[in-house]
């Protein structure tokens, strides 16, 4: 039963679209789609459309209107220039960082070597080299880059109704999907967030109201369970009940017009119409449905929840979502570290090395080449972008800072001429040296390729008209062919990025057969350190070896013929790849070997102390000699039988804002050492230790600190 007032119902953007489902839409239905389309009431789209100017059809009627859909890849945290579109080889090494630059496949253009794939299809992009916000706040830089209009005073980290619409909730408005109408804007897979779930402004509609929102799907796409709730009919409400409910609706909504005498509810049974026809036709559930693409395709994108978010975002624009935003996804336990996303603060370069380029690199090719092979790159423009860039310093933590004074992003696709560079930075990367532009020149540049005036206007809730942007389009960058044939043959290599592997430790079984890696001198290799190796007497008297068993184990032991000195250690150890803040448990499984278990007892468990530890590292050199000890037990292994020994502890911020130091990495170790006060005279001859600790197997389980839901 319903029961309606006769008195005029006030409506305003404080109205959740929920409550007014409630009152009369479409939990009417029972279609439970209030959380997929919360736009409230509506303003009349006969007063939406953009006035015109001369440059409406841009290069001779070539790229205005070009892109029929955008694929928006949001890099959140601010992707330093210098390791990724604009390296600086000429510099210092502070500023140049490790790594070295690539030739791409157009002559004269060169990116970091961590971009492999992407410098093999540098002929699809045009880079932006010269870009700034001059503000160096993820809040204030990135409202201007996703609004098109700078912050004003004050902090942009509170969202406010009177901030400025996100440039996908205008496209929404004046360009919706012809055949996804409901769909038009959609962002997936998760809010913008900063630490501690901080959600800031400029990724709402602001002050054009809920009705201009963009469609949030919050999820997981790699999750084997993922799926969209709402998108299908409750198995208790067949079609013809449906079918019956959505004639009780219209003549509700009726009524309610009738009632309503402003006019905010022209749009209501629009909202109404694309919502039915979104679960009467399956065509969104579909979409979502990731299950549908070959496991090849789901390979080549990455099983990685950015892979997979990104190839749903493909899927979205197949199905006929004009603009699909992609946030990049954080890890579980990275909301209150000092590099969280790409915002490498700390660890700059491992940070890039082991998880943001082998992501991003292997997806953004996927995806362009996945695009081309479909017919779909010459109508989708593709963005990559982040808020901001990074410091031209390298910080003492390894890190860089965050900077707005310039950086980098590429475009690909429809109305984007490949093969060029626009702008450039100077020598360190600091500033902008030739061709600067504004975060808006970019929002422009999407407008105008999307068939929507830059010189335009769109009306506010009042129905007053605002300029679209203050920005210009990069009219250089646009045209129908490339901006050269020239072509080079490619460097870099993919294997020294290999596709993104999200494992906590690298061969814990010890199978893989790679050699301990030295403590010094330093490198940037991957895999088990040791100290001391080899087989020729060591400085302190213990060795640290492979022994070649069909299970392949490391020993811990004396070196043959060798004195112990007093308090001597010797080190297994290995960086915690992608450390996160949380809870960590590091398990060992070990035993004892020598000539008998009483030799074995009074020789090694009679002399040496063995320890479990988790540490940081105290600087860039990454030596496990030199560490700052976090946690840390003793065990005693038993001759010839493997237990398994752990140690857990948390590892994170307990309190808000307040940020865990990663700093130069953590790592993990199994530690032997003199605890005798002693010096030990060795009398081992034999090639391997005889009484030794045995590593057999390790593991690092890992369990995320539990995010606060701060919700727009």
């Known amino acids: 039963m319903f029961g309606l007032d006769d008195q005029p119902t006030r409506l305003c953007d404080g109205q959740s679209r929920r409550e007014w489902l409630r009152i009369g839409g479409l939990s009417v239905l ?10 409230g009431a509506v303003p009349n789209p006969a007063i939406a459309g953009p006035t015109s100017s001369p440059l409406a059809h841009g290069l001779d009627g070539v790229t205005f209107g070009r892109a029929k859909n955008v694929i928006y890849l949001w890099l959140q945290g601010g992707p330093p220039q210098h390791e990724t579109f604009d390296p600086k080889p000429d510099a210092p090494a502070e500023i140049r960082g490790p790594f070295r630059p690539i030739a791409t496949n157009v002559p004269g253009i060169h990116f970091c070597e961590l971009l492999p794939r992407t410098a093999r299809i540098a002929d699809k992009l045009a880079v932006v080299r010269s870009i700034a916000t001059d503000d160096p706040n993820h809040d204030v830089s990135g409202y201007w880059v996703l609004t098109g209009y ?35 804007t959609v ?44 998108l299908e009919l409750p198995p208790e409400l067949p079609q013809l009940r449906v079918d019956r409910r959505r004639a009780l609706l219209g003549q509700l909504d009726g009524h309610l017009r009738a009632v309503e005498q402003g006019g905010v509810l022209d749009g209501w049974d629009r909202y109404a119409q694309h919502a039915y026809d979104l679960v009467s036709s399956g065509r969104a559930r579909a979409a979502f449905d990731l299950s549908q693409e070959p496991a090849k395709v789901r390979d080549r994108y990455g099983r990685d929840s950015w892979g997979q978010t990104v190839l749903l975002a493909r899927r979205l624009i197949e199905a006929g979502v004009r603009l699909v935003h992609v946030n990049w996804t954080r890890e579980p336990g990275d909301s209150a570290v000092d590099n969280p996303m790409w915002d490498t603060h ?19 090719t996927a995806l362009l080449e996945d ?3 479909r017919g779909l790159l010459d109508e989708t423009l593709v963005v990559a972008i982040g808020e901001f860039g990074r410091t031209p310093r390298i910080n003492a933590q390894g890190g860089r800072d965050h900077w707005g004074n310039v950086f980098s992003f590429v475009m690909a696709g429809a109305g984007i001429s490949g093969g060029q560079v626009f702008g450039s930075s100077d020598r360190d990367g600091a500033l902008p040296a030739s061709e600067p532009i504004r975060p808006h020149d970019l929002t422009a540049t999407i407008f105008h390729l999307l068939g929507i005036d830059h010189h335009g206007t ?11 942007t203050r920005g210009e389009p990069l009219y250089s960058l646009l045209g129908n062919a490339p901006a050269t044939l020239d072509r080079c043959e490619p460097g870099g290599d993919p294997a020294f990025v290999p596709p993104y592997d999200a494992s906590k430790l690298l061969d814990t079984d010890f199978s893989s057969g790679r050699p301990l890696i030295a403590v010094t001198p330093s490198s940037r290799d991957k895999g088990w350190r040791a100290w001391p190796i080899g087989s020729e007497t060591e400085p302190n008297g213990l060795i640290v070896r492979p022994i070649e068993t069909p299970d392949r184990q490391i020993a811990l032991g004396v070196a043959p013929n060798a004195t112990v000195a007093s308090g001597a250690s010797a080190i297994l150890a290995q960086e915690i790849r992608s450390a996160r803040g949380g809870e960590y448990t590091f398990t060992v499984t070990a035993s004892g070997s020598g000539d008998s278990p009483e030799q074995f007892d009074e020789e090694f468990l009679g002399r040496f102390s063995c320890r479990l530890v988790l540490f940081r590292f105290a600087n860039s050199s990454k030596n496990p000699r030199e560490v700052q000890e976090l946690a840390s037990i003793d065990f005693r292994p038993t001759f010839g039988e493997p237990r398994s020994f752990t140690l857990e502890r948390y590892l994170g911020s307990t309190s808000g804002n307040v940020n865990f130091a990663i700093g130069q990495g953590l790592g993990v170790a199994v530690v032997v050492q ?39």
Not at 684 to 697: D, F, G, K, M, V
């Open 346 to 364: 700390a660890q700059n370069a491992d940070r890039l090395q082991d998880v943001l380029c082998p992501q991003f690199d292997v997806t953004f």
């Open 187 to 230: 962002w997936i897979p998760d809010l913008m967030r900063l630490n501690d779930s901080v959600t800031p402004a400029g990724q709402t509609a602001g002050f054009l109201g809920r009705a201009w929102e963009p469609e949030r799907f919050v999820g997981d796409p790699a999750a084997i369970d993922y799926h969209i709730e709402g």
């Open 150 to 184: 700078p912050y004003g005073p004050g902090s942009a980290r509170q969202i406010k109704p009177t901030d400025w619409p996100y440039f996908g909730s205008i496209v929404k408005m004046l360009r919706p999907s012809e055949t996804m109408p409901a769909l038009s």
């Open 30 to 39: 029972g279609l439970g789609l209030g959380d997929l389309l919360r736009a």
């Open 371 to 373: 695009l081309e092979s």
């Open 674 to 712: 003199n605890t005798t006060g002693q010096a030990i005279e060795g009398s081992n001859t034999q090639e391997s230790p005889s009484a030794a600790l045995r590593i057999h197997h390790v593991s690092l389980r890992f369990s995320a600190r539990p995010r606060h839901e701060n919700m727009l």
């Open 458 to 468: 769109f009306p506010d809730k009042l129905g007053r008209p605002q300029p679209i």
